[in-house]
């Protein structure tokens, strides 16, 4: 498995940094950090993904690790407004655009806390995502909301919650009752967003998902 490194510019001049392996496959996923966090939180499941034939592209979202310059302004997400968190939905933009110039044709969206508010969202938009995986969603992360996305997006769905994280667990029963095509796993007392991956149930449900559905 050879990581790369990789750098795009958002459609409002954020630079995007990403951790890339390529597989020259068509199918590609996106994984989207929670907040406090960065790309690194993904390592537990990169080499698995790309094992299963998978391109494979984690991001800093704007403001966090490496991703903090628009031009010449320094970004640091502690300052930001709910505003300023909503356009991280361009840097989700970016890194399609960057996999679909390296020939991906399909995609599953995989985030957490946050990221997967920003999944979700972004995958109503666009027909090449077939299947978005949100690890503790909720109704509202600073503004980027989920209940009308979760109501729009028809294609398979799996959303994750803990039953030690009370917020995310109730959003993510209301998000599977409003989606077409939800599935909901409860895992027992590993917390929030990517630290469930302390539990040995995330990887293989994750990974069969994806066997299945994309």
Known sequence: MAKQRVTFTTEDGVLIVGDYIESGSKNAVLLLHMLPSDRRSWFPIEEDLWRLG??????DLRGHGESTRQGTKTLDYK???DEQHQQSIKDVEAA????????????????????????LTY???????????????GLDYRGVGTEKPAANFDNPLLIVA??????????????????????LKTLRNVGHGTQMFSSAELKPLILDWLWEKL
């Open 79 to 81: 300052k930001f407004s």
């Open 123 to 137: 995958g109503i938009g666009d027909s090449s995502v077939k299947t978005a995986i949100l690890l503790s969603p």
């Open 96 to 119: 399609i655009n960057f996999l679909k110039e390296k020939s991906a044709k399909n995609f599953a969206v995989i985030g957490a806390s946050i990221g997967a508010n920003l999944a």
């Open 162 to 183: 803990s039953d030690d994280d009370d917020y995310s667990l109730e959003s993510s029963r209301r998000l599977a009752e409003i989606a077409s095509n939800a599935e």
């Open 54 to 59: 998978y391109q494979v592209l984690a991001i």
